[in-house]
Structure formats: structure tokens, C-alpha cells
């Protein structure tokens, strides 16, 4: 079993920043790819972005490219998503999750966290 929780979700203002992080516990967290995905109301959820079990090679939806960066502490058992230039559509409950692959496809994702509402003020 993985634990993951999340943190650093608040109210911004468009154009702002937030940073997420996501201690995990449990297994050993570095043998994992770990994700962000994201849930607007009224929506599924959807791929943000994920992370190798290294940290060196990273992948993002195309809505985010530029904007957000994911990293990994293996040390801290953390995975954080840094989010610059926020627009209003970057609204939703994030996720972070686990998996043994690297892939967007939320199946694929083993172990989830609660979230934690993010909410861009236009």
C-alpha cells in the first residue's frame, strides 16, 4: 500500500502561482511513477502531468506545458506540482497517484490521495 497526501491547494488570483506537494508513505516510493491529475465540476478527471520514478523525465498534458512543472524529492518521499501563469480553467480538485507505469491513463494508477481544491479567481 502507498498513503499519499496532498497539500498546498488554496484560492489565486488569474495569473498567480501555487505549489502542490504530495508526501507519500508506505512502499518504496521511488519505485513508483507518480501523477497529477485534476477534476473540474461536472467533468472527469484528467492527466496533468507525471514523473519516472528518478525524476528525469517528466510528461504534460499540452494545456499545462509551459505553465507547470512536476518534481520529486525520493528523500522527502514528496512529488510537487509548481502551477505559474494560473487561468481560471486550471480550476479543480488535484490528485496525485502512483503507478507502476508511465502512463496518462488514470487505470493505470494504483494508489490516490484525497486532493486539494485549487481555484483561480478571474
Known amino acids: 500500500q502507498v498513503q499519499l497526501v496532498e497539500s498546498g491547494g488554496g484560492l489565486v488570483q488569474a495569473g498567480g502561482s501555487l505549489r502542490l506537494s504530495c508526501a507519500a508513505s508506505?512502499?518504496?516510493?521511488?519505485?513508483?511513477?507518480m501523477g497529477w491529475f485534476r477534476q473540474a465540476p461536472g467533468k472527469e478527471r484528467e492527466f496533468v502531468a507525471n514523473?519516472?520514478?528518478?525524476?528525469?523525465?517528466?510528461y504534460y498534458t499540452d494545456s499545462v506545458k509551459g505553465r507547470f512543472t512536476i518534481s520529486r524529492d525520493n528523500a522527502k518521499n514528496t512529488v510537487y506540482l509548481q502551477m505559474n501563469s494560473l487561468k481560471a480553467e486550471d480550476t479543480a480538485v488535484y490528485y496525485c497517484?502512483?503507478?507502476?507505469?508511465?502512463?496518462?491513463?488514470?487505470?493505470?494508477?494504483?494508489?490516490w490521495g484525497q486532493g486539494t481544491q485549487v481555484t483561480v479567481s478571474s
Open positions: 497517484a502512483a503507478s507502476r507505469y508511465g502512463t496518462y491513463r488514470r487505470e493505470f494508477y494504483n494508489y
Open positions: 514523473i519516472n520514478s528518478s525524476g528525469g523525465s517528466t
Open positions: 508506505g512502499r518504496t516510493f521511488s519505485n513508483y511513477f
